[in-house]
C-alpha cells in the first residue's frame, strides 16, 4: 500500500481523536446536553474498514459513530454543529450527537437503540439486491450488540437472502459496564456465525491494515453476492461509555488501558517502518487540528433552530 | 373459516349493478394496483407467498409479482420490520404484514422507534414509506395473545399514521392513501370484516387521511366509533330509532391524525356522546376522542359522556369471553344514559 494513502489513514485518525476531544470538552463546558459516547482508541476500525469501500457503498452505525462518519467523508463542521444542537447540524440540529447522518455521502445515520440500526441495514442492503445496484452495505455495532435478538434476527434473514451486508461488530470489552466475559460465553464473538452459516473472523482493531484487509475480502464476498461477514474486531473502550456514565471501572489502571492500546502511536511505528517523515506526520496531525478548529467555530457560531421549526421534518 | 360471520358489512348505499368486494378482497385489489403503479413496492411476512397470507388477503399476489417482491421470510417481526424500514428508507416502499396485531409488540422498536422517527431525527434526510397491516383478531376464542385491540398504544407515537377502516369500501381508499403517504403507517384490520363485503368502487378513489365517515346521520347523540364496533353501532341506532332515538354514527376511520373537528362538529349538532370501541377502556382511544370533544364542544354537551369499551381484563377463551367484549346491548344503553 502507498505511503501517501496510509498518511491519509493516519489524518483521518488523528481527525477523529480530536473531533471526540473537542466533543468531550464541548459537552464539559457546557457547549450541549443529553451526552456524547466517543470512539477515543477505536479509530482503526472506522477508518480501515472505510477504506475498503466505494464512496456509494452506505455505512450505518451506532451512537458511538463519530468515526464511521468521519471516515465516510462527512464534514465534520456539520457534524460538530449538529452535536452543539444548531440549525447548521448535518440534521438541522434536532439529532444531535447519536443522530448524523448525511444521506449524500452515504453515511445512511447513526442509532441511539442498541442493535435497532442492524435490520435496518439488512433492508437497505436488500434493496441493493433486488436493485442490481453492485452496492454494499457495512453496519457496525458492538459487543452489547451481539446479544440482541434484532442481531440474531438479522444475521439469519440477511445470510438466507444473500444480501450485499458486512456486519463489522467493534468488540471493545464493555457493554456499559457489563464485560464481555459477564454477557458472552465464547472467546470470540466471530463464533456466533457459525450457528447462522456466514462465515465469522476476529480481527485486531487496533490494526487498520488487519481491519482493511478483512473487511476488504467480506465486501468483496458481498459485492460477487454470496452474502454477508461477520468481522469480529477486537478493540479497547475509552475511559468510559459516555460522558455522562456514572459508574467507574474497578481501577483507574483499567480505565486508562485505553492509552496502552491506543492505535495511533502504533500505526505511527508503522508508518515510520514504511518511510514517513516526521514532518509529514506533524503535518498530517496539524491538518486535522485545523479542519477540527475550524468546526468548533463554525459550530459554535451557528444558530439553534428557530422554535417555530420544532415540527419540521415528522412527516414527508 | 372466517367467511360465517359476513353480516358484518355496513349500510353503505348499494344501487344495481355496482360490484360488491369484501374486504379482504378490497386490501387485496388496493395493493395490486399500487404494485402494479410502482415497481418499487416490496411485501414483507411471513406465510404470504403462495399461502396468500394467514387470513388470505394477499391471494395471487405472489403468482402475480413473485418472490422478490412478495417475500415470504422466517419468524422474525422484529428483523421484518426493520428490514421493511431499511427497504423503505432506499426509496423501495415496504408492506409489513404481522399477523395478529398482538404481536406488534415484537416489531414495536423497527416502528416505534425507528420508522416513526427516523425522518425526525435526521432533518428530513429520509424518506419512510412504510405500511404495517396488521389485524385485530377477536372474539374467536383465540385467548390472551390472540385477541387484543392495541391501536391506542400505536396513537400514542407521534410520527405514526393508524389507520383503521370498517369496511370493504374504506379499507380500499385507505389502502390507497397508506402506499401513496409515504410516511409510516400502520394499517389496522378487523378478522371479522375480512369477509363482509360492500360496493367497492373500481376506480382509483384514495379516502383522505383524518377524514370521518357519516356512517348514519342524526340528530339526537353522537355514536363515534371504529373497525368492529361500528356494525354494532349502527344496529343500536336502528333498534332506538323505532323508540324515536335518531343516533348519529361515526365511523372514525383514521385515529392518527383525528378528525376532531368532524367529530366535533356533530357533538355540536348532537349534543351528546357516545364512544364505543373494543378495546379495553383505561387507555384506550376512547380517552382521547372523548376528551377532544370536551376541548371542542364542550358547552354544547348536555349530558357526561359515555364509554363503550372492553372490560380492562386479559381475553379469556370460550364463552367466558362475551363478558368482556361490548355488543350493540351496551351501545344502545350508553345511548340512552346520555339521553336521560
Redesign the interface.
Known sequence: MKLEMLLNWYEQMWTIRLFEENAIGSYRKGLFGGSTHPCICQEAICVGAAAALESTDQVLATYRGHGHAIAKGMDVKTMMAELLCKET????????SM?L???EKDF??T?A?VA?????????????K??KNNRVVVVFFGDGASCE??FF??L??AT??KVPLVFVCENNGFAISVRTEWAIPLQNIAQRADGFGLPGVTVDGQDPLKVYDAVTEAVARARRGDGPTLVECKTTRWERHSAISAGKYENEEEAMKWKRNDPIPRFETVLREQGATDGQLESCRQRAKQRNDEALEFAIQGEPPKPETVG????? | MFGKDGGHSPPLQQTMNERTLSMAEAINEAIRHEMRRDPNIVLLGQDIGAYGGTFGVYKGLFDEFGPDRVRDGPLCEAATTGFGVGLAISGMPAIVEIEFIDFITLASDALCNQAAKMRYFFGGQVRVPLVIRTPIVNRLGLGAQHSQSLEAWLMHVPGLRVLIPSNAADAKGLMLTAIRDGNPCVFIEHVRLYASKTSVPEADEPVPLGKLRVAREGKDATIATYCGMVKPSLDAAEKMAADGIDCEVLDLRCLSPLDREGLCASVRKTGRLVVAHEACKTGGAGAEIAQSALEGAFDYLQAPIQRVASKDLPIPTGKLQDVVFPSAVDVEAAVRRVME
Not at chain 1, 447540524?89 to 444531535?96: E, I, L, S, T
Open positions: 447540524g448535518c440534521c438541522g440540529g434536532r439529532g444531535g443522530h447522518c448525511d444521506m445512511w445515520g442509532n437503540v435497532a440500526h442492524i435490520p435496518i441495514a439488512g433492508g437497505v442492503a436488500l434493496a441493493n433486488l436493485r435478538g434484532a434476527e438479522t439469519n434473514m438466507l437472502w419540521d421534518f415528522v412527516f414527508a
